[in-house]
């Protein structure tokens, strides 16, 4: 007879669990999962959760199964301040759903990826990449470090308004800087309970409040300089203007634009963040940066990439591809069960909370060997680095994945190559380039690092 099993249960209290959250999740979930293993329960509150970690776990959730795990919605544990920033994620269906797109026919998303749009990005990308460097002399000659979290966050913003949506004259370092208190904000209320928001400071909820009136009136701004031109399919704005079009009225055309315009700046952040970790990374392996920049030289000649040359990187692309397996930018996701369901025999109620743990799932020893190595080489003959295709998820899985990945992979070969021809980055004496943060992952103390000219 089929006996239906229950997942061991980590008995920590809420508030142990939430700390540990603050102080450092990452050592205390690679504990938890030593500890109960690739499935495991707790309590938020008054909220069921499951962590899951083990490729098939996540396959489930993410394809075989995927009607019954919906993006967590208002309600949810923790998810207000980021629906309150941009609507339920399940309604973002342009821009998401990629069975939507299937069913409907109105695929009018997917052609900005594509390998023919991004010769077009690929030189614009370079140019800005020269642009910013051009502006580190003085602190190069100084011996000084340079911002790089900030430069490369800035860099990735930069390459999806200028690309993808064509916004190019606007006061960039004001919307950087308003975009920013907001998700700083995102971070903050999406670790703490709704009911506790109250107790955030007062210059926090300036923050919350300013930044998301300033990002109301850029798009307001946006649709009304954009509304009565023609559509020539020109960027991703003009396409879901056209998509909305047939909203009963324009405040909710505003509305519907607003949720799926802003999910798109969240992606500048994941953008800067793989960066930011793979110039951390670089720092700490010195033979694996003499190969990319060997590789380089050999291939770019000391000449900015073009669009030809991007696939002839392959060392490039395997390091790449493993600074997204070891750093993963997006080291945690949350769905929540519609329905009672299993994983793997496991019973998994209805209303559950499920955190897929990427970063983990990417360490996981019966997929990986060597876990905590940082091995371009094993990407070399294999895609996914190992035989499971869900043992790899970067960009997560199922028709829900990530839209932007292929974009995202050839956005860090262009900046990779053009920076590391250049320069060597090395990190501060003493930072240890940990992965920090819970839904955005960042290095530890490698905001700012020292950057050096190569002779
Ligand atoms: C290379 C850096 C990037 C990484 C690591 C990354 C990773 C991810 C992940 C893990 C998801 C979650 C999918 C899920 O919920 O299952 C996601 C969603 C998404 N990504 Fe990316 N992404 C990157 C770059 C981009 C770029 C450049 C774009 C587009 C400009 C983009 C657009 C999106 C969108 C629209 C979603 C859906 C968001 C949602 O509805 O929750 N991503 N990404």
Redesign the pocket.
Known sequence: MHKIKIPPKNTDSSLKILKATFKDHYTYEGQMIQKYGDIYRFKLFNKTCYSISHPDHMKHV?LDNMQNYI?PREGSFSQKAFIEYCGN?NN?RH??DQQYWKKSGDAVIPPFFSKERFQGYCSAIAESVLKMTAKWETNIKAGEPVNIKEEMLKLGSRA?MEN?FDLKDFDFDRFYMEKTRVFAQIGKRGVLPSFLHWLLPSQDKKDWQEGNTYLHHFTESIINQRIGRQNTHKDIICCLIEAFKDAPNKEQMLANFNSEFR??LV?GE??GA?LNHALAILSGHSSVEDKVHDELARVLKGNIPEYDSLNTLSYLGCFIKEA?RFC???PL?TRITLKDDEISGYHVPKDTLIFLR?YWNHRHPDFWDNPERFIPERFKDKPWGQDHEYAYT????GP??????R???H??TVVLATLLQKYRFKLLPGASAVPEGVAISFPKDADRMIVLRRG
């Open positions: 993410l993006r994620p973002l821009t998401t999806i993808l999910m798109y992606t994941t953008l793989g997204l993963t930018p997006a996701l990427h970067p960009f997560s899985g829900r994945a990530c839209i932007g990945g974009f995202g992979m956005f860090y």
